[in-house]
């Protein structure tokens, strides 16, 4: 029997023009309305994450500003869906999920953010999953956005039991060996760049033995969208199944996917939808 594929969405995300990504969302969830009745997929909206919790990741005084914000709500909603989506993967309630976001993701650090993105989904998933699990829960995150995640980076820093792997424009290898940085290039093509994800990712999570992956998907990287590398649509489909291939057999299948840069318009419908079937094999 299929395990059950969430779908993270809630209709302020279309109602909206937000940072970067502007309003790529306009036209979901009819966009993924035959997906969404396939037998294993349920489509979940997302509960807004608590103070408490956000308080757990942010400065009192960063979490002041962000309160603030006009897209506060948002980064709320985008925060407690990933978090509740990564907690019921691991107890076995789902089996992998694709959560939609705004106005969260990797740019957010413990007390400053920049890039759309203005809280943590990677410190806000690590703080629920720690409390419940302590250390003992190991998390592996892979970010393929354009961008370096700076904010991912700097809220699992010093966490030994999250491997964080990022492709962007420099190689570093930081945190005891549990937290790179793998140069993508400026201008690369899918074949190479799924190998470097096969090398610098796919590898170590052999050894690392994560109990979930959560990948930071952007797809900015498209040629096309504002943070080309020269990668075609195509490839974001190739990624995710061959990151699913290698987490159905290193972690049985809890993989969680979070939306995060592009705001191509026909690159972002092509793609999630597809990905929402991948997910679901």
């Excluded at 998390?139 to 039991?161: C, E, M, P, W, Y």
Aim: charged share 25%.
């Amino acid at each position: 029997m299929k395990g059950i594929t969430a779908v993270y969405f809630h209709e302020l995300f279309n109602k909206k023009i937000w940072d970067i990504i502007n309003n790529k969302f306009q036209n979901f969830p009819k966009m993924m309305e035959v997906e969404l009745k396939l037998e294993n997929v349920r489509l979940i909206e997302p509960i807004p994450a608590s103070e408490e919790l956000l308080l757990k990741v942010h400065t009192q005084a960063y979490f002041n500003t962000l309160q603030r914000r006009w897209d506060y709500e948002g980064a709320r909603l985008t925060v407690g869906g990933c978090a509740d989506a990564a907690l019921r993967i691991i107890k076995g309630e789902f089996k992998n999920a694709l959560c939609f976001g705004v106005a969260a993701g990797h740019h957010a650090e413990k007390d400053y953010a920049w890039g759309g993105t203005y809280a943590s989904v990677s410190g806000g998933i690590l703080a629920t999953l720690e409390e419940e699990y302590s250390n003992k829960v190991k998390i592996a995150i892979l970010d393929t956005d354009s961008h370096h995640g700076n904010g991912t980076r700097n809220v699992t820093f010093g966490h030994h039991n999250v491997l964080h792997v990022c492709f962007c424009s420099s190689n570093r290898i930081e945190d005891g060996e549990t937290k790179f940085c793998v140069d993508s290039g400026y201008s690369t093509t899918d074949e190479e760049y799924l190998q470097k994800v096969e090398t610098y990712f796919i590898k170590k999570i052999e050894r690392f033995k994560p109990n979930i992956v959560i990948h930071l998907l952007g797809h900015d990287t498209a040629r096309g969208d504002y943070g080309s590398r020269g990668l075609s649509k195509e490839f974001f489909l190739e990624l995710v199944r061959m990151v699913k291939k290698s987490v159905d057999d290193i972690c049985d299948g809890r993989y969680l996917i979070n939306t995060h840069g592009g705001s191509n318009l026909a690159i972002c419908e092509y793609i999630h939808p597809r990905i929402i079937r991948i997910l679901a094999e």
